[in-house]
């Protein structure tokens, strides 16, 4: 024969070996209200964190907009104006207003030596001897565009481009091609 026990669980008890009682229904809803109340300010902080870093986010992505926007309207009008210099050999300094910045253009266009340095003026002949000058001059000039502005930030900003062009007279092809040369 097989008996069966059931043996009861033993109830908590407090600290003096008594049995643990409930608390009132009140102390437990207050015990809840202010875990609640914990939850929503750790909630709230964290909202207001997330919330100021896409604030950043936003004022950085503005930045980083208008810096594309002046170096794209700043390389247009330094294209710009060599496109003009290729047939007058000349730049024009000139102040262009963009959406949110002020554009100061300067060049200049000065004729080379071969080697591609700037074409020095004529110097007093020397007691040493020096190459003769060349008959023709070097049918290539060297243009400079600089265009220069200010961000939003209040710092100067600058571009630079630089390229050689064939002179008035067009006779590159006739110069490469010299015998002497």
Not at 14 to 30: C, E, K, M, Q, S
Not at 42 to 61: E, F, K, P, S
Not at 132 to 144: E, G, I, T, W, Y
Request: some cysteine.
């Amino acid at each position: 024969m097989t008996t069966i026990t059931c043996s009861r669980q033993q109830r908590p008890t407090d600290a003096r070996g008594g049995p643990r009682r409930r608390p009132p229904p009140r102390v437990r809803r207050l015990a809840t209200a202010g875990l609640a109340l914990l939850e929503a300010l750790v909630a709230a902080a964290l909202l207001a964190a997330g919330a100021a870093g896409l604030i950043r986010l936003q004022a950085r992505l503005a930045w980083a907009g208008d810096e594309v926007r002046h170096q794209g309207e700043a390389l247009w009008l330094a294209q710009q104006a060599l496109e003009q210099a290729r047939d007058s050999l000349q730049i024009t300094a000139l102040r262009w207003i963009g959406r949110t910045a002020t554009f100061e253009l300067q060049g200049d266009a000065q004729d080379i030596t071969p080697d591609g340095l700037p074409l020095s003026p004529p110097s007093p002949p020397a007691t040493t001897s020096a190459p003769p000058p060349l008959k023709d001059p070097f049918p290539v000039r060297a243009l400079s565009v600089h265009v220069s502005w200010t961000d939003r930030h209040g710092q100067p900003q600058r571009l630079d481009l630089h390229t050689l062009v064939p002179s008035a007279n067009r006779s590159l092809t006739a110069w490469l091609t010299r015998a002497d040369g």
